[in-house]
C-alpha cells in the first residue's frame, strides 16, 4: 500500500541517498514540512535507487550497465523502487515474475553444483520428528572466552556460533603459526619488547602506550629511552578490559577506535606509575618516496594533545613533544633539549634507535620473502591483508588474520610488499605514508594470480573516504576483486567470515572458469 502511495506523487520529497540513520531524520523533517505521504513515499523510493547506482555500484556512466536490464532481489517487487529506477537510467527494465526468489534459485544452483554423492538434508519424517535444544556455554579454550551458542538438533547435530576460532567445532588449537603469517609475526616482535626484563634500580620509569604509531615505532622508542637509562615500561596488547577503562576520558565517538583505545593503554601506564607517559606529536614519518609527502594522518600524528586535554594521568607526568623520525640531524638535538642530556648521549641513543627500526623492518621483510616462496613452492593462496601498523593488535583486527589461516591461506601485510614496487602515480592525493604503502601493494598484487588483497577500514577513519575507491581502483586495472572489511568494535566475526568464505568461493570458481 505504501508503495503504491508513491506512484500518486505529485512532487517527490529531495531526501538525498545517505544511510538509514540521516534518512530517517530527513523523513522527520519532510512531515514537519507538511510532505505528503505521496511524495514522501516516492521519495524513499528514489533514495533507494541513487544510493545504490551511485553509493553501492558506484556508477560513474549509465551506459555501463548497458542497454538490456534486468532486476533481481525482493526490492524490485516495489512498483515504486523500479519505476524510480526506469527514471533514472532512463530506459525501460526487465523485471521477472521470480525477482523475489532470484537469489534463492542461485544459492539453490551453487549448492547443486557443489554436491555429494548423498544429500545431507532431511528427509520429510525426520523434519517432522526433528527436535532442537539451544544452550549458551562460555569456551575455556583459550583466554578469548568465547560467548557460544549451541544449537543441537536431532541425531546429535549441532551447529555453534560465537566463537572466533574452529577450534570448539574442530576440538584443534588454532595455529597461529609464523611460517605462514606476517601479523603474528609481528606480534612476537614486538612482544619481545614489552615482556623485555626490568631493572628497577633507581631509574625513572617512562611508559610506551601500545597503541597508533607505536606498532610501527616501539623498536624505535624502546631503544631510545632504554639508552639514555630509562625503565621502560610498554601496555600489553589492547583487550576489551582496557579499552573500558580508558572510555571515560574519550572526548568524541566518531573518531576511530585504534584511536579511542589510548585512553585504555594510558590508564594502564598510569596504574603502573609510571614517572612520564609519552607519545610523540608527529607531523612526518620517514620518507618512503612513496607519494608527495609523507604525513601521518591528523590522529596519529597528534593524538597525544587530545590525550593532554581530556585525561587526567596523575602523578605521571604525559609528554607529547613535536618530533619526527624524518630528519634524522635535528631528531638528536630535540631529544637533546626535550630530556636534559648531553648532545654525545642523545646523537649515540638516536643512532641506536634508528638502527633497531632498521633491523625490525628487515626482520618482516626477510620474514615475508620467507612466507611468499613458501607459500608459492606449497601452492599456497596468498591473502594481503591491508591497512596500518595499528592494525595488528589482535583487539583492533579480531584475529582475522588468524580466519585467514583457518581457510588456508598464508597472510601477508601491505608494508611486507610496498618496498618491492617503485613509486607511481595514482588518482587521488597521495601524501600519507600508511596509504601509499596500500597503493603501491595493491599495484604490487594486481599482476599476481596467487595473491589477493583484503582491506581493512576502521570506522571514523576519514581518509578510507578516499583509499577504499583508489586501491579498488588498482585492483580491478587487472580484474582482481576488491574486499573490504570494516571492523573496529565487532565483537561477532561471523560477518566476516562470511565475507571471507564467499572471496575464497568467488576465487575457485574464478580458477575452474580459467582451467
Known amino acids: ?66 542497454k538490456n536490464i534486468v532486476t533481481q532481489g525482493g526490492t524490485f517487487l516495489n512498483d515504486a523502487v523500479l519505476r524510480a529506477f526506469e527514471k533514472e537510467l532512463k530506459r525501460d527494465v526487465i523485471r521477472p515474475t521470480i525477482s523475489g526468489l532470484m537469489g534463492a534459485y542461485g544459492a539453490a544452483l551453487y549448492a547443486k553444483s557443489k554436491k555429494r554423492e548423498k544429500s545431507t538434508t532431511l528427509n520429510l519424517e525426520e523434519l517432522r520428528n526433528m527436535e532442537h535444544k539451544v544452550q549458551s556455554v562460555r569456551c575455556n579454550g583459550c583466554t578469548n572466552h568465547c560467548l557460544l551458542t549451541i544449537n543441537t538438533f536431532s541425531k546429535e547435530r549441532r551447529l555453534i556460533s560465537g566463537n572466533k576460532c574452529d577450534r570448539p567445532i574442530t576440538g584443534k588449537k588454532r595455529e597461529k603459526s609464523e611460517d605462514y603469517d606476517i601479523y603474528a609475526y609481528k606480534q612476537s616482535l614486538l612482544r619481545e619488547y614489552m615482556e623485555s626484563p626490568k631493572d628497577k634500580k633507581n631509574k625513572i620509569r617512562i611508559g610506551l602506550p601500545m597503541a597508533l604509531s607505536m606498532y610501527e615505532l616501539l623498536p624505535f622508542y624502546y631503544t631510545l629511552f632504554d639508552e639514555l637509562g630509562y625503565e621502560v615500561i610498554v601496555s600489553p596488547f589492547s583487550n576489551r578490559d582496557l579499552y573500558t577503562k580508558g572510555q571515560d576520558s574519550i572526548p568524541s565517538d566518531t573518531v576511530c577506535f585504534p584511536a579511542k583505545l589510548m585512553h585504555g593503554h594510558v590508564e594502564y601506564l598510569r596504574k603502573e606509575n609510571c614517572d612520564y607517559i609519552f607519545y610523540p606529536s608527529s607531523s612526518y614519518n620517514i620518507d618512503e618516496e612513496k607519494g608527495t609527502n609523507h604525513y601521518n594522518c591528523p590522529v ?9 586535554a581530556n585525561q587526567n594521568t596523575g602523578d ?38 634508528y638502527k633497531a627500526l632498521d633491523e625490525y623492518k628487515n626482520k618482516i621483510a626477510q620474514k615475508a620473502q620467507e612466507i611468499r616462496d613458501r607459500s608459492i613452492k606449497e601452492k599456497r593462496r596468498i591473502i594481503v591483508l591491508a591497512g596500518r601498523p595499528y592494525h595488528v593488535d589482535p583487539e583492533v583486527n579480531h584475529s582475522i588474520n588468524s580466519l585467514i589461516l583457518e581457510l588456508g591461506a598464508s597472510v601477508l601485510s601491505e608494508d611486507s610488499l610496498s618496498y618491492l614496487i ?77 565475507r571471507l568464505r564467499s572471496l575464497f568461493a568467488a576465487l575457485e570458481d574464478k580458477n575452474e572458469e580459467v582451467h
Open 1 to 66: 500500500e505504501f508503495a503504491s502511495l508513491a506512484l500518486k506523487a505529485k512532487s517527490p520529497v529531495d531526501l538525498g541517498s545517505r544511510c538509514t540513520v540521516f534518512m530517517n531524520s530527513s523523513v522527520k523533517q519532510a512531515q514537519k514540512d507538511g510532505a505528503s505521504i505521496e511524495d514522501i513515499s516516492a521519495g524513499l523510493a528514489i533514495s533507494v535507487v541513487k544510493n545504490a547506482l551511485y553509493k553501492v555500484i558506484r556508477t560513474s556512466n549509465i551506459d555501463e550497465l548497458g
Open 300 to 308: 596519529v600524528a597528534y593524538y597525544g594533545e587530545v590525550i593532554k
Open 316 to 353: 605521571s607526568k604525559f609528554i607529547a613533544p613535536y618530533m619526527s623520525l624524518e630528519n634524522k640531524k635535528h631528531l638528536h638535538k630535540r631529544i637533546r633539549d626535550e630530556f636534559n642530556v648531553s648532545d654525545k648521549d642523545a646523537k649515540r641513543a638516536v643512532d641506536k634507535a
Open 422 to 498: 617503485k613509486k607511481e602515480k595514482v588518482n587521488v592525493l597521495n601524501q600519507w605514508t600508511y596509504h601509499a604503502r596500500m597503493y603501491d601493494a595493491a599495484r604490487y598484487i594486481r599482476d599476481r594470480s596467487d595473491m589477493e588483497l583484503v582491506q581493512l577500514v576502521s570506522f571514523g577513519c576519514g581518509l578510507d573516504a578516499v583509499t577504499t575507491d583508489e586501491v579498488r581502483e588498482i585492483l580491478r586495472e587487472n580484474d582482481k576483486i576488491y574486499t573490504q572489511l570494516k571492523i573496529d568494535e565487532i565483537t561477532n566475526t561471523g560477518a566476516v567470515r562470511i
